[in-house]
């Protein structure tokens, strides 16, 4: 992959046509109304947009979708013939009789300054200076960045900010940044806390000459600290759209959202959440499950609260730090009637994806979840939910379209590379899983997911030893992060250390006496071992559970010498039934 990208105008264009307007993001808009697009649609879309009064060939919209397990005129067909209900009537997409589609009607590319669509802008995560507490300045970056992607009608477009965090980790400059994202403009900035005030200080710099194109300090009252994001968001759009920016601003001269007296506690308490939540670490998430709930508690609007109590309860389930029970109590508790009618309520579909199918068993439910979110863009969280999902039911071609799209906007987040390698493993691609794996390692040195899969992947073929190492320090810097205790087991039984191998499996095993312990990694050690039954027994268990890896188990590799078993194809025959039952058969 390239280390550094400098074509700003590759990004896809943005589009209006009859009353709709098409986002470089792929956000569609009806006045201000979002309309829902699968992928396929999309790509759809934006080529007959491109083309606009050309015939597109059925191989062409093939091409565009992505696929490449072959081509099927009735696949592209059903597709176009969707966005065409979506779209209805008076958006003139014609059929042409055994050659494809055309779009007939009257479209306009959006441009700028900037070139196609609106400004790419990359947001650097803001600076703490002296006496800010050390949740609000990530705190304050995600908000801002938030805000101005569901800013409507959009001013600009923005960079993923994990890849952004990810580049200003290895200490590159705005510019270097901004060139590695493709982005026309880079957002800097810093906070200082003052006696009364947060000094907020932000550069808006050009990437293609380097030049500062604006500098503006902005003073907010310490009392009204939940407004800084606002009053950053506002100085961005205002400057986009060739506004002024008063020097000095008071949050409470804002929109007032989440400021209100009743609200402050609860607002300042998601903010403290979501960067403890962040962190991956067991005891953090915890606490940020408490300021989550107590937030929801004294603000029943805070939406965005709601949300990441959803998200933060799927990812301990998937770390094996919450039982899969309690997560979905979670989910469904954050998940309250009428919660998508509102602002930013919509993000929580993925989460109610998961319950319906690793808990509910009921995958036309999950699927008809994930359908309703999938006009939502990419977001670290979503698009992990939606690729396990995929992986879960075998389909690692989807996950690999959905991963390879997403690292086009995401190019440097750590998660996507670690979950491509694991992939790859999951198609049965050895050579290719090494490759990413080492490729992940590389750029990603310490990261737990990329720690994690490259585990398990060396010791598969052949670097056992290799693979202990970095796992067993994995497992020893996150002792309540199971999968890793798991996976360091098995690079100790391919090693031939089945004593040890062993001791760790029956560590978990105590420990599962007082706490909920997953189960379904545990299986391959026991198959490396030769213990076949105790690998069905882990399964057994992990399948009552609902483990979120329970089926992703099922089809990997390692778990190859329990096929045709007649318990072990049993417990496939759950996942084969939940496709028909989804199919309507």
Known sequence: MEKVRSSPDSRPPAYTFGKFRLESDGTLLRGEKRISLVSDELAALRLLLAQRGKVVTYEELNEAMGHVSGFKIEKVSDAVASLRRRLGPEVQIQPVLKRGFQFTGEAQELRSAFGAGLPHVAIMPLVAEFGVAEYLVPAVTEETIDRLNRRRPAVCTLAAKESVAALARRGLTAVEIGRAMRADMVLTGSLRALPAHHRLRAEMISVEDGRALWTEDVLVERIHAAGIEIELAKMVAMRLEGGAVSITASADSGDGEGLEPGHRDAYELYQRARFEWQSLERHRMQDAVQHLTRASDLDPSLTAARVDLAHLAITEAFHGYLAPTVAVEMVRRAARPGFDEVAGGDAIWPALGWVNFHYDRD?????????????????????????????SRGRTEESARLINNALNTDPYSAWLHARLAWTHHMNGDAAESVIAAEAALDQFPSHEGTELYAGIILAFNGQAERAGEIVGALAQRRPYFDPATAVHAYTLAVQGKSDEARSILERLEWMGRERYVMTSLSAAVYVALGEYENALNELRTANKARCPWFFQALADPRLAPLRNLPEFEGLKQILVTMERVAQGD
């Not at 359908?371 to 992990?384: G, Q």
């Open 363 to 391: 995958l036309r439910a999950a699927l008809d979840a994930f359908h309703r979110s999938s006009h939502l863009p990419h977001d670290p969280w979503v698009t992990r939910a939606r690729v396990m999902l995929a992986l």
